[in-house]
T-cell receptor, first 114, second 117 residues
Framework: SQQGEEDPQALSIQEGENATMNCSYKTSINNLQWYRQNSGRGLVHLILIRSNEREKHSGRLRVTLDTSKKSSSLLITASRAADTASYFCATDPILTGGGNKLTFGTGTQLKVEL | NAGVMQNPRHLVRRRGQEARLRCSPMKGHSHVYWYRQLPEEGLKFMVYLQKENIIDESGMPKERFSAEFPKEGPSILRIQQVVRGDSAAYFC???????????????FGSGTQLSVL
């Protein structure tokens, strides 16, 4: 089964609204990362949150991490049409022994309409 | 500073042919990772390499698939005797350091879309 699973699978909102995506995972982690993928392109790193952190901000992005529930959320505030993309969480499990063997979820497809 | 470069962007092969995918990491990066993405799915880890060494190939099929990252030149993902099920987007990523280093993240290329007819 997936180490990271995003919820919802798809989200459609109006420009200016906030978008919240959730990610659940199964094993202990070193860190959790969020990536964005535009259609037909590679992934772009958005934000990294370490296992000893609970919340992190970067511009219009806010990420939370609850290691007791093995879950994370990504909030995009004041969304724009340009935010339309797929968003993936990726976990760096402790048991891999390092080396960036990130495990990706299946993603949330966000569509921001004008 | 050029990002991770992958070529070709699109590759069409007939069943039984060989596919070679190339990846040049970001300048200064010595850690390379290959991921495969099927339609509507997330990325699946295949292999992690450092210069001249395969560190972790646990995600790579044991048959027909191989990867290398020579001292000079790009990393190569090679698929022999391709089958239709190999059709996917193959992404390469590079990083400066191993896991655990501060502010560590992966930089991805734009991918190679492999289509097997």
């Amino acid at each position: 089964s997936q180490q990271g699973e995003e919820d919802p699978q798809a989200l459609s909102i109006q420009e200016g609204e906030n978008a919240t995506m959730n990610c659940s995972y199964k094993t202990s982690i070193n860190n959790l990362q969020w990536y964005r993928q535009n259609s037909g392109r590679g992934l772009v790193h958005l934000i990294l949150i370490r296992s000893n952190e609970r919340e992190k901000h970067s511009g219009r992005l806010r990420v939370t991490l609850d290691t007791s529930k093995k879950s994370s959320s990504l909030l995009i505030t004041a969304s724009r049409a340009a935010d339309t993309a797929s968003y993936f969480c990726a976990t760096d499990p402790i048991l891999t022994g390092g080396g960036n063997k990130l495990t990706f979820g299946t993603g949330t497809q966000l569509k921001v309409e004008l | 500073n050029a990002g991770v470069m992958q070529n070709p962007r699109h590759l069409v092969r007939r069943r039984g042919q060989e596919a070679r995918l190339r990846c040049s990491p970001m300048k200064g990066h010595s850690h390379v990772y290959w991921y495969r993405q099927l339609p509507e799915e997330g990325l699946k880890f295949m292999v992690y390499l450092q210069k001249e060494n395969i560190i972790d190939e646990s995600g790579m099929p044991k048959e027909r698939f191989s990867a290398e990252f020579p001292k000079e030149g790009p990393s190569i993902l090679r698929i022999q005797q391709v089958v239709r099920g190999d059709s996917a987007a193959y992404f390469c990523a590079s990083s400066l350091t191993r896991t655990g280093a501060p502010n560590e993240k992966l930089f991805f290329g734009s991918g190679t879309q492999l289509s097997v007819l």
